[in-house]
Antibody, heavy 118, light 112 residues
Framework: QVQLVESGGGVVQPGRSLRLSCAASGFTFSSYGMHWVRQAPGRGLEWVAFISYDGSKKYYADSVKGRFTISRDNSKNTIWLQMNSLRAEDTAVYYC???????????WGQGTLVTVSS | NFMLTQSQSVSESPGKTVTISCTGSSGSIASNYVQWYQQRPGSAPTTVIFEDNQRPSGVPDRFSGSIDNSSNSASLTISGLKTEDEADYYCQSYDSSNPHWVFGGGTKLTVL
């Protein structure tokens, strides 16, 4: 069965960096695009970033463009989200999600909490 | 930028039918597939409808999705409501003009 396991969340000061990881299993990882989606406390879902199956295409939400970088290693079945210049408004649960051909997110991880606070 | 708008909350009684709407801001909502996700408190979202009207295996046929071109909106209908359906529901689609994936703001469904 498909499993997505995020890690790397924690408390970080504004302006600092953090790197999230998502380890995937149960499907042919190298065939699918992957996403990061976040949810601020008490708020709705916000798409953050996408990376294509081979890493050649990367797209970002305007709110994180220039600060966050998505990457992947198909030999490790893992994606990462490098988050720099963190702001209080980046505080959220970050979910890793598997993309599907129809443009939806068909499997989600359990999420990892990032808190940006001094 | 393409946006999806949902009403904030809806409530209905067990056994009844409820419809949650999702309106596209511009262009045709039918241009890209619409998905619906259910999120219970403290849990990750799960898909209840994908590609406008398809149900993943394991999702009961009480859940159905549709598109209305005349109102540029998508709808999620849940019939025979159960207390376990109480959750937040999010619509989602894709903005192909500026490759972005878009969520509606979510609708809180209360079953009482």
């Amino acid at each position: 069965q498909v499993q997505l396991v995020e890690s790397g969340g924690g408390v970080v000061q504004p302006g600092r960096s953090l790197r999230l990881s998502c380890a995937a299993s149960g499907f042919t990882f190298s065939s699918y695009g992957m996403h990061w989606v976040r949810q601020a406390p008490g708020r709705g879902l916000e798409w953050v970033a996408f990376i294509s199956y081979d890493g050649s295409k990367k797209y970002y939400a305007d709110s994180v463009k220039g600060r966050f970088t998505i990457s992947r290693d198909n030999s490790k079945n893992t994606i990462w989200l490098q988050m720099n210049s963190l702001r209080a408004e980046d505080t959220a649960v970050y979910y890793c999600a598997k993309g599907s051909t129809g443009g939806n997110f068909d499997y989600w991880g359990q999420g990892t909490l990032v808190t940006v606070s001094s | 930028n393409f946006m999806l708008t949902q009403s904030q909350s809806v409530s209905e009684s067990p056994g009844k039918t409820v419809t949650i709407s999702c309106t596209g801001s511009s262009g045709s909502i039918a241009s890209n597939y619409v998905q619906w996700y259910q999120q219970r408190p403290g849990s990750a979202p799960t898909t209840v409808i994908f590609e406008d009207n398809q149900r993943p295996s394991g999702v009961p046929d009480r859940f159905s999705g549709s598109i209305d071109n005349s109102s540029n909106s998508a709808s999620l209908t849940i019939s025979g409501l159960k207390t376990e359906d109480e959750a937040d529901y999010y619509c989602q689609s894709y903005d192909s003009s500026n490759p972005h994936w878009v969520f509606g703001g979510g609708t809180k469904l209360t079953v009482l």
